[in-house]
């Protein structure tokens, strides 16, 4: 079955600087790829997502880059503030929503 | 309410006693959800339900027991758990079959402890 390795589990930048959160995946397969963001207590919710007919794709301050040859993919935050401060969780799936395997979790902390 | 409603939203119960979680859903999904989130681990997807018809169980031990009685209501049964059942479980609900544009919303879940 599907698995998928995250990394860092933890990461630290300062406030204004870009952050990087890298995922790679195992079955080749695999063609949607979401990233969740969790604030501390409240429930995961999307934030972005990228199918695999896709490099890259864009959002306000958050990309995601999706490289399906290495089986890896990304997430970028640029000009980073303290509310992005959460757990981001990146996951990969054949089937949508249906069948999602989680990465481990990054904790992201923007320090001011 | 709208979204994902879970109730309840702490829980502590024995290893013998019976005890259920409720999720409930405010969105016309016709797919719900269980993941458990422990410390330190990924999401672990427990079960999956379309149309109310069980399509995935994730090898998840029968002291668990889901029960589905509409698209939008979903059940958790606990029975005889053990300590490290201990977690935070999170119900879901997406669009189903040809309509599933994969997100995921979830409940705010449920936090269980097992003495």
């Known amino acids: 079955g599907e698995n998928v390795e995250q990394h860092p589990s933890t990461l630290s930048v300062q406030e204004g600087d870009s952050a990087v959160i890298k995922c790679t995946y195992s079955?080749?397969?695999?063609?949607?790829f979401p990233w969740y963001k969790q604030e501390l207590g409240k429930r995961p919710q999307l934030i972005i997502d990228?199918?695999?007919?896709?490099g890259e794709k864009k959002d306000q301050r958050i990309a995601v880059t999706l490289n399906k040859t290495a089986k890896h993919f990304s997430l970028h935050i640029t000009e980073t503030q303290p509310e992005d401060s959460a757990v981001y969780f990146c996951?990969?799936?054949?089937?949508?929503?249906?069948?999602?395997?989680f990465g481990q979790g990054t904790r992201l902390t923007i320090n001011p | 309410e709208t979204g994902v409603t879970q109730t309840p939203r702490h829980l502590v119960m024995g290893m013998t006693n019976k005890k259920s979680l409720k999720c409930e859903q405010h969105?016309?999904?016709?797919?719900m959800y269980w993941y458990k989130q422990s410390a330190k681990k990924p999401l672990e997807l427990m079960f999956v339900?379309?149309?109310?018809?069980?399509?995935e169980n994730n090898s998840v031990p029968s002291r668990f027991s889901p029960e589905c009685p509409n698209s939008s209501h979903l059940f958790l049964h606990l029975h005889t758990l053990q300590p490290e059942d201990s977690a935070l479980y999170l119900c879901?609900?997406?669009?189903?079959?040809?309509?599933?544009?994969?997100?995921?919303?979830f409940g705010e879940g449920s936090r269980l402890t097992v003495l």
């Open positions: 339900y379309n149309f109310k018809e069980q399509t």
């Open positions: 879901a609900s997406s669009q189903g079959g040809q309509t599933n544009t994969g997100e995921l919303f």
């Open positions: 969105l016309g999904h016709n797919a």
């Open positions: 990228i199918r695999s007919n896709v």
């Open positions: 996951a990969a799936s054949i089937r949508g929503a249906q069948k999602l395997v």
């Open positions: 079955d080749s397969a695999s063609n949607y």
